[in-house]
Structures are given as structure tokens and as C-alpha cells.
């Protein structure tokens, strides 16, 4: 046992996580944020942390922490690129706590791809529409000698 007391042994709870494994201790358990959020997945610490038995020390440094590891995670997706990421997801190589956050990112450049997708299929029918109006300018100057010879023919 240690340094550690009956007491704070008896106290000390080990969760196994996607993460490794965790012990908590009565007091303080400095984490890292992938630490925090793999633990926030374990149901029964869930439970724990809802009732008021786990919290956070200041919300405010685990929002940023979370803020910067989403978009640590985030750009990494845009690096890996969404092929790979969606098969990557689709095949669980992320861990519990990043599939939540993949799952959005991959929503999220769906969503982009179609808007993209429909503002070109808008530009094309643009172009589509212009070239009809020169082809028809074109008809319209090219009628234009012929109505010329007819007139200059009658009169």
C-alpha cells in the first residue's frame, strides 16, 4: 500500500477506461482532458458525477479544454480527410469519447459537400442559361443580313 492509509486505498476507485485505467481518490485527481472525457463515458462515474459525488474543480478550464481538444481532433480529421475518417468511424478506430465528436464533424462536411454540390449544379445551370443567351444573340445577329437582303429585295 504504500504511503497511502487504509483508509485512502479503501477511498480509491479504479475505473478501466478506453484510456487505460483511471484511479480516483477522495480530494483532488488532476486528469487530462482525454482522461476526463473517457471517464465521463463510464456509466456508473456518470452516475457519480450527476449526483454531485465527481465535479470539476472550474468548468470554465474544462469547457476550454474540451473546446481545444475538438478542435485538435477536428483538424485532424480535416487532415486524414473524410473518406478515410468515415471509414475510420465506421469501423470503431476512434475511441468512445472522440466517435461522438467524429460523428459531428462527419455531419458536418455532409452537410458542406451538398452545399457545394448544389451551389456548382446552380453555377452550371448559370453557365447553361448565359449560353443559351449568346447562342441565341448569335441566331438573332446572324437573322439580321438575311432580313437586311429581304428588305433591300422589296424595296
Known sequence: MGDQSWGEYAA????????????????????????????????????????????????????EAIKE??????????????????????SSNYKDFEQALVKQWLSKEEDAMIESKALREVDSLGIAKSTKNIALFSAVIACVPIVINLVDMIT
Open 69 to 90: 481538444f475538438k478542435c485538435s481532433l477536428f483538424e485532424q480529421l480535416k487532415t486524414e480527410g473524410y473518406s478515410l475518417a468515415q471509414k475510420k468511424c465506421e
Open 12 to 63: 480509491a476507485t479504479l475505473v478501466k477506461t478506453s484510456e487505460g485505467e483511471i484511479t480516483i481518490k477522495d480530494g483532488e485527481n488532476p486528469l487530462d482532458i482525454r482522461q476526463w472525457m473517457a471517464l465521463k463515458m463510464q456509466p456508473g462515474i456518470l452516475k457519480r458525477i450527476k449526483n454531485g459525488y465527481i465535479s470539476v474543480k472550474d468548468t470554465s478550464v474544462e469547457e
